[in-house]
Nanobody
Framework: QVQLVESGGGSVQAGGSLRLSCTASGYTGSSYCMGWFRQAPGKEREGVAA???????SYVDSVKGRFTISQDNAKNTLYLQMNSLKPEDTAMYYC??????????????????RGQGTQVTVSS
C-alpha cells in the first residue's frame, strides 16, 4: 500500500518562502510520476508541479520561476520549494503519485493516490 506523508506547510507573508516535503513508502513500480496539487476552499483541484522517475519536471504557468520540485531518491522524499509566495497560493497542498506514462502537473491533479495534505496560508 502506497503511503504519502506531507509536511512543511504553514503561514507566511507575501514574498516569503516555504518548503514542503513528502515522504513516500510502498510504491513498487519501476517508473512513476510524483508531484503536488493544491485545492483552495470552493475551488477545483489545481496541479502545481510534477517530476517523473527520470527527473523531468513540469509546472503550471502560475508557479513557474517561483516553485521548484525536486526529489531525493535515497530518502524517498519529494520536495516543493516555494519562493515569492502570493496570497493566491493559499490552499491545501497534496502530494500525489501515479504510474501513468504521461507525467505533468495536469495528470498529477487527477491522481487517486495522495497524502493527507498540508495547509499553506499566505497573507498580504
Amino acid at each position: 500500500q502506497v503511503q504519502l506523508v506531507e509536511s512543511g506547510g504553514g503561514s507566511v507573508q507575501a514574498g516569503g518562502s516555504l518548503r514542503l516535503s513528502c515522504t513516500a513508502s510502498g510504491y513498487t513500480g519501476s517508473s512513476y510520476c510524483m508531484g503536488w496539487f493544491r485545492q483552495a476552499p470552493g475551488k477545483e483541484r489545481e496541479g502545481v508541479a510534477a517530476i517523473d522517475s527520470d527527473g523531468s519536471t513540469s509546472y503550471v504557468d502560475s508557479v513557474k520561476g517561483r516553485f521548484t520540485i525536486s526529489q531525493d531518491n535515497a530518502k524517498n522524499t519529494l520536495y516543493l520549494q516555494m519562493n515569492s509566495l502570493k496570497p493566491e497560493d493559499t490552499a491545501m497542498y497534496y502530494c500525489a503519485v501515479h504510474g501513468g506514462r504521461w507525467c505533468s502537473w495536469i495528470t498529477i491533479a487527477a491522481s487517486a493516490i495522495r497524502g493527507q495534505g498540508t495547509q499553506v496560508t499566505v497573507s498580504s
